[in-house]
Nanobody, 121 residues
């Protein structure tokens, strides 16, 4: 079992920055991919960024490329999402997810409780 706890959300003005953290309960980096999704009011969940460790790789949605960076601190079992140049359309609840690498869908993974990010104009 994997438990995930997101933190770091808040209220910022457009153009500002936030750094989200996702702390995992166990050693997930070898057997899991981890990532960030977001859900804006009235919309479906949207993939934001993902990270894999065998081999090491990252992936981003087109809407956040060049602005967001996903990274990890393996010793602390934590994944981060650095968000720069935030836009009002980035406003959403952000969720951390861990997925076994052999499972094709993120929907089958373990999800955190979410952290609210609000970007004002």
């Amino acid at each position: 079992q994997v438990q995930l706890l997101e933190s770091g959300g808040g209220l910022v003005q457009a153009g500002g920055s936030l750094k989200l953290s996702c702390a995992a309960s166990g050693r997930t980096f070898s057997s899991y991919a981890m990532g960030w999704f977001r859900r804006a009011p009235g919309k479906e969940r949207e993939f934001v960024a993902g990270i894999w460790w065998r081999p090491v790789s990252t992936d981003y949605s087109d809407s956040v490329k060049g602005r967001f960076t996903i990274s990890s601190d393996n010793a602390q079992n934590t994944v981060y999402l650095q968000m720069n140049s935030l836009k009002p359309e980035d406003t959403a609840v952000y969720y951390c997810v861990a997925k076994e690498v052999a499972v094709p869908s993120w929907e089958s993974g373990y999800w955190g409780q979410g952290t609210q990010v609000t970007v004002s104009s």
